[in-house]
């Protein structure tokens, strides 16, 4: 058997018990060690917010279809950031003992399907708990930083850094998006980065983690503008990753951007985009915002950048800034028969989190 988290309904979280199947030719059971929490995406389907929920998606013609909902309540599966044990193994690919990164959803053991289950081993000097970010969370933003990389070199990228390295790079949002972005940045040689955020604790994070910080409040452009200067009339960021699904984030990291500079969009929003004003610094500086999703990379990239070179890059950041991510972004580790009300909690903003962690070793991680 497995316990698995399942969102009955907009307020209502539970934590359900499944019957596993049994392990096939091919593939492997794990035991959850660490399940990673998306605050931003999960917390719209306990808040009944989720596009998906009132609309569907048609991947043939790239639209959304109003009044066909895609999913129903209960929402079970959602999380993508698991690490597992492996304690059985119908396979050579990984032995038993092996740690793994993979995304199946918040639950306490899974049976990987060796025809549709993607899994990372994670290397041995690597802090399991920060093991959450290799499948798919850190691919997210090395994805962004490819994305700036090939708008500025196109197909002749050849190292993940080559968008950002030597230049101004702001990032907006100071979650674990903007973070882990803002760590990649600075990896890969960045000259300066900067974060902007409307809220003081977080930036505290993010200058705890080498940035330098400004408050969204404190007309972070005008001070930009005025210390990056590139020429006459060319002043701002070179790049600026957007990674807050607020419309009135966007529209700041237009404010942000140089003339003909390039906005790198990581954000999910579920709201529209009514506050972008896109007759304003968008039309008069023509400025590009691109969209980087894990689903695609850059065109002409594929080949060369797929999913496991991404998740290679995130094992070498965490290895470089691990401690630090570990003592500042690991905000919280709550075990599973804690999680319905801590997910409860998070939506009705009772409590705040950066990245909080399920996990039954909750003594193992100090919590």
Same mark, same amino acid.
């Given at each position: 058997?497995?316990k698995?988290?399942?969102?009955? %309904?907009?307020?209502? +979280?539970? @934590? $359900?018990? &499944?019957?596993?199947?049994?392990?096939?030719?091919? !593939?492997?059971? =794990? /035991?959850?060690?660490?399940?990673?929490?998306?605050?931003?995406?999960?917390?719209?389907y306990?808040?009944?917010?989720?596009?998906?929920?009132?609309s569907?998606?048609?991947?043939?013609?790239?639209?959304?279809?109003?009044?066909?909902?895609?999913?129903?309540?209960?929402?079970?599966?959602? %999380?993508y950031?698991? +690490?597992? @044990? $492996?304690? &059985?193994?119908?396979?050579?690919?990984?032995?038993? !003992?092996?740690? =793994? /990164?993979?995304?199946?959803?918040?639950?306490?053991?899974?049976?990987?399907?060796?025809?549709?289950?993607?899994?990372?081993?994670?290397?041995?000097?690597?802090?399991?708990?920060?093991?959450?970010?290799?499948?798919?969370?850190?691919?997210?933003?090395?994805?962004?930083?490819?994305?700036?990389?090939?708008?500025?070199?196109?197909?002749?990228?050849?190292?993940?850094?080559?968008?950002?390295?030597?230049?101004?790079? =702001?990032?907006?949002?100071?979650?674990?998006?903007?973070?882990?972005?803002?760590?990649f940045?600075?990896?890969?040689?960045?000259?300066?980065?900067?974060?902007?955020?409307?809220?003081?604790?977080?930036?505290?994070?993010?200058?705890?983690?080498?940035?330098?910080?400004?408050?969204?409040?404190?007309n972070?452009?005008?001070?930009?503008?005025?210390?990056?200067?590139?020429?006459?009339?060319?002043?701002?960021?070179?790049? =600026?990753?957007?990674?807050?699904?607020?419309?009135?984030?966007?529209?700041?990291?237009?404010r942000?951007?140089?003339?003909?500079?390039?906005?790198?969009?990581?954000?999910?929003?579920?709201?529209?985009?009514?506050?972008?004003?896109?007759?304003?610094?968008?039309?008069?500086?023509?400025?590009?915002?691109?969209?980087?999703?894990?689903?695609?990379?850059?065109?002409?990239?594929?080949?060369?950048?797929?999913?496991?070179?991404?998740?290679?890059?995130?094992?070498?950041?965490?290895?470089?800034?691990?401690?630090?991510?570990?003592?500042?972004?690991i905000?919280?580790?709550?075990?599973f028969?804690?999680a319905?009300?801590?997910l409860?909690?998070l939506?009705?903003?009772?409590?705040?989190?950066?990245?909080?962690?399920?996990?039954?070793?909750?003594?193992?991680?100090?919590?």
């Amino acid at each position: 058997m497995t316990k698995l988290l399942s969102i009955e %309904g907009p307020g209502r +979280v539970a @934590l $359900v018990e &499944e019957k596993l199947p049994d392990v096939p030719e091919g !593939g492997f059971m =794990v /035991a959850t060690t660490h399940s990673g929490i998306s605050a931003g995406t999960e917390l719209t389907y306990v808040k009944g917010t989720n596009p998906y929920l009132t609309s569907s998606w048609d991947q043939a013609l790239g639209l959304f279809t109003e009044g066909t909902p895609a999913i129903a309540y209960p929402v079970r599966g959602i %999380g993508y950031m698991q +690490v597992g @044990l $492996v304690v &059985e193994t119908r396979t050579r690919a990984v032995a038993e !003992g092996a740690l =793994v /990164a993979m995304c199946y959803g918040h639950r306490t053991a899974y049976v990987a399907d060796p025809m549709t289950d993607r899994f990372v081993e994670l290397p041995e000097d690597l802090d399991p708990v920060l093991g959450i970010y290799v499948a798919h969370m850190g691919p997210i933003c090395a994805n962004g930083l490819l994305h700036a990389a090939h708008d500025l070199h196109g197909p002749a990228v050849q190292q993940l850094g080559d968008g950002v390295r030597g230049r101004r790079i =702001v990032v907006v949002g100071a979650g674990v998006v903007g973070l882990l972005t803002a760590c990649f940045a600075m990896s890969c040689g960045a000259a300066e980065v900067v974060v902007v955020d409307e809220t003081p604790a977080r930036l505290a994070v993010a200058e705890s983690l080498g940035a330098h910080v400004l408050l969204a409040d404190d007309n972070p452009a005008v001070a930009l503008k005025r210390r990056w200067r590139h020429g006459v009339d060319d002043r701002g960021a070179d790049v =600026v990753f957007q990674c807050r699904g607020q419309t009135r984030a966007l529209a700041l990291g237009l404010r942000l951007l140089r003339p003909q500079g390039t906005l790198v969009d990581l954000a999910f929003y579920t709201q529209g985009a009514q506050e972008v004003r896109l007759g304003e610094e968008f039309h008069h500086n023509g400025l590009t915002v691109r969209c980087a999703q894990i689903g695609r990379v850059p065109r002409g990239l594929a080949h060369a950048w797929d999913r496991e070179r991404l998740s290679h890059e995130t094992i070498t950041l965490l290895r470089e800034h691990g401690r630090l991510l570990r003592e500042h972004l690991i905000t919280d580790v709550v075990g599973f028969s804690d999680a319905p009300q801590f997910l409860t909690d998070l939506a009705a903003r009772r409590r705040q989190s950066i990245q909080a962690v399920l996990s039954d070793h909750v003594e193992d991680e100090g919590g």
